[in-house]
């Protein structure tokens, strides 16, 4: 196992406190002193007895942040290591407040059927053990939107441990303890989600990231899990002479993980005539004089926000007392050139959900502010801006967001998420179903339209 130094973790640990202190985007939005967050972290990073322990640490002082582009990210090779990072022999998938089995082992295939519900872990309700031991590790100011995380810092863990698990299936409740074990040898039942009930559909271009198809009665259908790639607008907009055959046009960005914003525009640009306003943001801006100004203004230490408002309205004051805490702002909206060959006709509603994040949102709030497109599922998630990446001397990285965006209809999106017109979440019965109720309400409500 690989040693790191107490110089390295305080060094460490430092410049994680340092970056963020002087770059973190939403410390206007925060409830936490970081400095004294700081001072109790240092002697638990001290304490900690390996690498992985004070990873731990790291990890769990950067969640304080609570922000979805704010983290700290393990080495490589302990990410890979089955002794730290074994399983428990099932797949766990969290619809709602429920926690559900969506995948087993060989081993236990007949005693956890599949789509069992866990009620309770250690004797623990579900929900509470999860809060409790998976939520200081991870995100989870938007609880939906954690999801993913949450139930990963759940399953993993060192090789070995063990937990007892209540499961309910068919109304009755049974017991299990589980032992997490090398994933590498697990030999699992089916990894096969039920399949949706879909109209047949053309393909038209897909790539790792996207695919467009048409359905037999002319819904042209994109389905864009990342921004991330630069040559997908293109290819899509190689097929523009096919699109504008469409009726109807299904964009569909559940899961979206983001990526670059300028291929969010190119795609909407599809659907939008001329140049467009883009993702609106604030950038903190900082200048160190007007922090040493504010160590002799003692009229403004002790007071809030809302009541520097009240009291103050000349600019050398606001900005002592925001510079000296970094909540002072610039705001800028960015253009989007139009590059769309033609601008595509007919009705459009955009598939929208929890784990729509980053670029995913900005395209969202391009589509809400341009377009009169209907917008069905759940709210994303709150979290877009540019994050600082900083490598760590000791493998890992971790990064802060340094942008804040805000929604051009000034909707409150921090940790909430762009609102869906119609809203449709996904449930269990609905997975197990097949059914994919959002696509069907999109299906329904265009071909009304037409």
């Keep these: 196992m690989r040693e790191i130094s107490d110089e390295l973790k305080i060094y460490e640990l430092s410049k994680l406190w340092k970056e963020a202190e002087y770059n973190f985007a939403f410390w206007d939005k925060t409830n936490i002193n970081w400095d004294e967050e700081y001072k109790k972290a240092l002697p638990r990073v ?11 640490e790291l990890v769990r002082f950067a969640a304080l942040l609570g922000d979805g582009h704010t983290s700290v990210s393990l080495p490589d090779d302990l990410m890979q290591d089955a002794d730290r990072f074994s399983m428990f022999p099932i797949f766990l998938f969290r619809f709602g407040q429920e926690i559900a089995v969506i995948n087993v082992c060989e081993e236990y295939k007949d005693e956890i059927p599949l789509y069992s519900v866990v009620k309770k872990i250690d004797g623990v309700d579900a929900g509470e053990y999860v809060r409790e031991n998976c939520y200081p590790y991870i995100w989870h100011a938007n609880e939906q939107a954690c999801g993913f995380n949450a139930m ?41 989600a039920p399949a949706a009930n879909d109209r047949s559909r053309r393909l ?104 520097l408002e009240e009291r103050y309205s000349d600019e050398e004051s606001i900005k002592v007392y925001k510079m000296s805490r970094h909540i002072y702002y610039k705001r800028e909206i960015d253009k989007a050139v139009r590059k769309a060959p033609k601008r595509l006709s007919g009705p459009v509603a955009v598939l929208m959900n929890e784990y729509t994040f980053s670029a995913g949102e900005d395209f969202i709030d391009v589509m809400k502010a341009h377009t009169d ?45 762009f609102s869906p017109d119609i809203r449709v979440e996904h449930s269990l019965s609905d997975y197990i179903e097949g059914r994919d109720r959002a696509f069907e309400k999109a299906c329904t409500l265009l071909r009304e339209r037409l």
């Design 46 to 56: 001290l304490a900690a007895k390996d690498i992985y322990e004070y990873y731990d």
């Design 152 to 192: 990963s810092q759940l399953i993993f863990g060192a090789k070995g441990s063990s937990a007892e698990f209540t499961f309910e299936y068919e109304g009755k409740q049974f017991c299990k303890k589980l032992t997490r074990e090398d994933p590498t040898k697990i030999r699992w039942h089916s990894a096969q």
């Design 204 to 307: 038209l271009v897909s790539g790792d990231s996207y695919k467009c198809e048409i359905t037999d009665d002319g819904i042209a259908v994109l389905k864009l899990t990342s921004f991330a790639d630069d040559s997908m607008p293109e290819r899509i907009y190689e097929q523009i002479g096919e699109l504008e055959k469409a009726r109807a046009f299904i964009i569909d960005v559940r899961g979206n993980t983001g990526g670059s914003s300028g291929n969010a525009d190119a795609v909407a640009a599809m659907f939008i005539d001329g140049d467009f306003d883009s993702c609106g943001a604030e950038t903190q801006v900082y200048e160190p004089t007007y922090k040493a100004w504010g160590v002799y203004r003692d009229d403004l230490k002790n007071i809030s926000p809302s009541e």
């Design 373 to 417: 497109a209907v917008f069905i599922g759940n709210n994303t998630a709150g979290s877009s801006g540019q994050p600082l990446e900083v490598s760590l001397e000791s493998g890992g990285r971790f990064r802060i967001c340094t942008r804040r965006c805000f929604a051009q209809n000034g909707e409150d999106i921090y940790n909430k998420g």
